[in-house]
């Protein structure tokens, strides 16, 4: 499923139904107090936000390319503000295994143990997101068969610097909000059903001292002869990439809001 991930997930949940009753009938300026922050690592980066006040179940949120969780609004009309990483991007790096196998390195033996935590380091070809990215991952591919050639011959010595190689190339891989933004940004083009979303606004913005990006669009529900306010916003933090969607009706948005406003990025 491409951008749009989290809103079209909630999309499903409208059109079966989900909630029952209307909204808070709460104006934007008297929105709720925000619950105090948590700290949340999905995928290797910590993200720390205030969480929705209660009548906001949560839940986990898997879908889309994206790890993180979601918050339904109980007693609404399906309201739903989600946040998360998105591990398509955080994948591509494959340090973190290379670093496994090295701390490893000395319980390996020829055989399976070997072969599968070495499938884990090699880097993806496929769809890269900068010119720079197909370039690492040629080096760190490059490195990784050359690693498990000398393996098999027995050179440990050899095999071991050529992981730590293939880590060094690995870690020179980093991404901005500029490499992304194109292959994740919503667009009605992008959905199943293109005629019922309508975009009303995009705006550069900045979320934790981090570029942003910020979509709005509207989300028509034939079923409930209802239409949805939905906003979606972008933020890179050391090469992840987080992603905030919010559905529902308009004076929920300044829940959403706030707890965008309230993101930090721990150190």
Same mark, same amino acid.
């Given at each position: ?8 997930? /909630? ?16 104006? %934007? ?13 999905? !995928? ?17 949120? $898997? ?17 739903? /503000? ?25 319980? =390996? ?11 884990? $380091? =090699?880097?993806? $070809?496929? #769809?890269?997101? #900068?010119?720079?990215?197909?370039? !690492? ?69 900045? +979320? ?5 990006? !910020? ?12 239409? =949805? ?17 919010? +559905? ?17 990025? %721990?150190?």
């Amino acid at each position: 499923m491409l951008p749009g991930r989290l809103v079209a997930s /909630i999309f499903l949940v409208l059109l079966a139904g989900a909630g029952c009753g209307s909204g808070s009938g709460l104006s %934007p300026a008297a929105a709720p107090e925000l619950s105090p922050p948590e700290t949340f690592d999905w !995928i290797g980066e910590a993200i720390s936000f205030s969480i929705p006040p209660a009548g906001w179940r949560r839940e986990g949120e $898997t879908g889309g390319g994206v790890k993180g969780v979601r918050f339904v609004k109980e007693r609404s009309v399906g309201e739903a /503000i989600g946040l998360g990483d998105y591990y398509i991007l955080a994948e591509r790096n494959r340090s973190s295994y290379l670093e496994e196998m090295l701390d490893n390195f000395d319980s =390996y033996d020829a055989g399976f143990a070997w072969d599968r935590a070495l499938r884990k $380091t =090699y880097a993806h $070809t496929d #769809t890269p997101f #900068t010119a720079r990215e197909s370039e !690492i991952a040629a080096a760190v591919n490059r490195a990784v068969s050359q690693a498990d050639a000398a393996f098999r011959n027995r050179d440990r010595v050899a095999a071991k610097s050529y992981l730590e190689a293939a880590l060094a190339q690995s870690q020179r891989l980093e991404f901005s909000l500029d490499d992304v933004i194109d292959r994740v940004e919503f667009t009605p083009e992008r959905q199943q059903e293109p005629e019922n979303y309508h975009v009303t606004g995009r705006r550069e913005a900045v +979320i934790a001292g981090e570029p942003a990006v !910020i979509v709005d669009y509207t989300v028509n529900v034939p079923d409930r002869a209802r239409t =949805y306010a939905a906003r979606e916003a972008y933020v890179v933090h050391n090469s992840h990439l987080f992603i905030c969607s919010f +559905i529902g009706l308009q004076e929920s948005l300044a829940v959403f809001d706030a707890i965008i406003a309230s993101i930090e990025f %721990p150190e």
